[in-house]
């Protein structure tokens, strides 16, 4: 099971509203996108536990939200499908607002917010991988931030 996953239970209990530092889980155990996820003060040393030796994932005390999204954009988007919706820059803003939430940053700038579409990211990135010439995303892909966020 992804680490993201095995937090939502532990951080739901917390109201804890982070500012522009936070704590930040950044799950980078899949390839075709990387999960952020908020982690209030009082739940990092039950989180730290639980995800102790899971490679790919990093727990970064108080970290600069909108640096360790730039820095992973780089890393992670290997084409950029929908810069249009300018989430490069709604990234760090959601993961405030929306503290212990599970965000997934995927590999063609889309978002995803449920299991669902971390699956198909995964089968998107493979249909790339195959044949990167010829990929189109697909309408309506449910990675659009247009579709999870809105415009």
Known sequence: MPAWMLLTATLAASAERPPSRANLLIDRSA???????????????????????????????????????????????????????????????????????????????????????CRHAEREFARWRAAPQDYAPPARDPLDPAHQLGR
């Open 31 to 117: 390839e075709a996108y990387t999960v952020f996820t908020t982690i209030p003060a009082d739940a990092m040393p039950r989180v730290g536990a639980r995800l102790r030796g899971r490679v790919g994932v990093e727990l970064a005390a108080d970290a600069d939200l909108d640096a360790s999204v730039a820095a992973e954009w780089r890393r992670q988007v290997r084409r950029d499908d929908y810069a249009a919706s300018g989430l490069r820059g709604r990234l760090p803003a959601l993961l405030r607002e929306l503290p212990g939430a599970p965000l997934g940053l995927t590999w063609n700038g889309g978002i995803a917010v449920t299991y669902g579409d």
